[in-house]
Nanobody
Framework: QVRLAESGGGLVQGGGSLRLSCAAS????????MGWFRQAPGKEREFVAR????????YYADSLKGRFTISRDNAKNTVYLQMNSLKPEDTAVYYC????????????WGQGTQVTVSS
């Protein structure tokens, strides 16, 4: 079993930056990839970015390319989401998630961390 714990959320002014962290514990050797998702009030959860655990290959939602960067530190079993040039519409609860293979869904989730961007 893998467990995930996010941190780093908070209140930031528009144009500012935040870095979220997601620490994985438990059977981390079984992780295939980890991703970040977000859910704004009244909206569906949406994909933000993902990173393959083995080689660091990344993939982003088109709308967020250039502003958000996902990275990992395998030694710390931690994935990061660096968010720059934040906009009020980035306000959401951000979740990290893990999956065990390319064919399985993200089925391990953290508790989420709130990011609020003021205008």
């Amino acid at each position: 079993q893998v467990r995930l714990a996010e941190s780093g959320g908070g209140l930031v002014q528009g144009g500012g930056s935040l870095r979220l962290s997601c620490a994985a514990s438990g059977r981390t050797v079984s992780i295939y990839s980890m991703g970040w998702f977000r859910q704004a009030p009244g909206k569906e959860r949406e994909f933000v970015a993902r990173i393959r655990w083995s080689d660091g290959t990344t993939y982003y939602a088109d709308s967020l390319k250039g502003r958000f960067t996902i990275s990992r530190d395998n030694a710390k079993n931690t994935v990061y989401l660096q968010m720059n040039s934040l906009k009020p519409e980035d306000t959401a609860v951000y979740y990290c998630a893990a999956r065990y293979s390319v064919t399985t869904p993200y089925n391990v989730w953290g508790q989420g961390t709130q990011v609020t961007v003021s205008s």
